[in-house]
């Protein structure tokens, strides 16, 4: 390393918990790691450091583990152009010594945790949803029959949606079915064609959104989380976007707690035919042309806007995608008892999955009697 009383220090720091070996240059360290079969932890220098990471990430047994390079307060930045080459972190020097021990600490039980789940065996095959042939049979069959006895209300809906506000008569929205599969999804007009631009303005007033206290974040430069308060860590892991710099942790934390889905009560986007189209579900009549060719199906989870899947990737979410996308689906004909409120994004994602995990023939023929009567219900879903 560039300064020996830094590397006397960390080993100093580090050696309270494991065994340390330092390398005199690049060549040396590659030398020692072509022939060694463990190591928990690498820290290098900023000089040497992009170049020695790109090194050890071309060699298969080290490339999950952590790689830290050292610098000093106001050079943090050095973690946003060296992560390309495959640095994990950075150790503020400046510190004191236990901060620097909490990090080295969290990447070496971080390490033991990666190696006992790799020691645990290949992860089992996932095997992508195929939509059963009775399932297709029905979709073909009761699709292509309602299209041809429903034409003649389609043409004048049409008509009417022309004659009541500019803009095309199909909307067509990126959706994503099952297996995450995105495609165009068709629904008559609603809303004014400017809708897509105003969705930024109106985030504040969907309905789903749950309020939470403010939290505590420093100085506004720098956010962390209670946890690396707490620890006396500078952060476990540093996320940099442009001159905002945000904890890792922190930043999940928010994002997770987002609303998955939006709706908005007295939508000022909505159209006056609108409106009805959307009380009668009339405008959902152009989506068995998707279920014709294939992108969906009868009943089955609703296909979800982009911005709104990609909040729902995580393994617990993520279940609902492996399933039929669909129609009308379990969630939409699930009655509110009365004084309950509206149905929160985690028990429509929660009855998604139920749908994806226990469809039958027997389940499909339940949904679509119940989504006749759900058409005129009164409760919020």
């Known amino acids: 390393m560039e300064d020996d009383l830094i590397a006397n220090r960390l080993a100093t720091i580090a050696g309270a918990t494991c065994s340390i070996v330092r390398f005199r240059d690049e060549k040396d360290a590659e030398k020692w790691l072509t022939d060694s079969q463990k190591v928990d932890l690498i820290i290098s220098d900023k000089t040497s450091g992009p170049a020695m990471a790109t090194m050890v990430r071309n060699k298969p047994d080290y490339q999950l583990v952590p ?27 400046n510190e004191e010594n236990y901060k620097l021990q909490s990090k080295i600490d969290y990447y070496l039980r971080l390490n033991s945790q990666v190696q006992n789940f790799q020691a645990a065996g290949p992860l089992p095959t996932v095997h992508p949803f195929k939509l059963p042939l009775w399932k297709r049979f029905i979709d073909i069959s009761v699709s292509l029959t309602i299209l041809i006895l429903l034409s003649p209300v389609m043409l004048l809906v049409s008509l009417l949606i022309f004659l009541d506000s500019r803009g095309p008569i199909i909307y067509k929205s990126k959706r994503a079915g099952a297996n995450f599969h995105v495609f165009d999804m068709y629904k008559f007009r609603t809303m004014s064609v400017e809708a897509d631009q105003m969705l930024g303005q109106l985030s504040s007033q969907n309905i789903y959104v749950q309020t939470k206290p403010e939290r505590e974040v420093g100085n506004g430069i720098m956010k962390l989380c209670s946890s690396c308060r707490e620890q006396g860590l500078s952060c476990q892991r540093l996320l940099i976007d442009h001159n905002r710099s945000i904890c890792e942790k922190l930043y999940l934390e928010e994002t997770e707690g987002s609303a998955k889905f ?10 006056r ?17 998707n279920i014709l060719l294939g992108d969906m199906s009868l009943v089955g989870n609703r296909p979800l806007p982009l911005y709104e899947a990609e909040k729902l990737t995580s393994d617990e ?7 039929p996308a669909g129609l009308t689906g379990l969630w939409q004909v699930k009655k509110r008892a009365k004084g309950q409120g509206t149905m929160s994004d985690r028990e429509r994602t929660l009855l998604d999955i139920e749908y994806s995990n226990n469809f039958s023939f027997k389940t499909d023929l339940q949904i679509i009697w119940r989504t006749f009567f759900s058409l005129w219900q009164k409760e919020n879903v």
């Open 67 to 93: 790689f830290l390079i050292t610098c000093r307060f106001g050079e943090t930045h050095l973690l946003k152009t060296t992560l390309v080459s495959g640095v994990t972190d950075i150790l503020v020097i």
């Open 262 to 271: 939006m709706k908005f009560r007295n939508d000022p986007r909505i159209t």
């Open 273 to 289: 035919f609108g409106t009805f189209l959307r009380n009668s579900s009339i405008d959902e009549l152009p989506q068995l042309v």
């Open 317 to 323: 979410f993520s279940k609902r995608f492996a399933g």
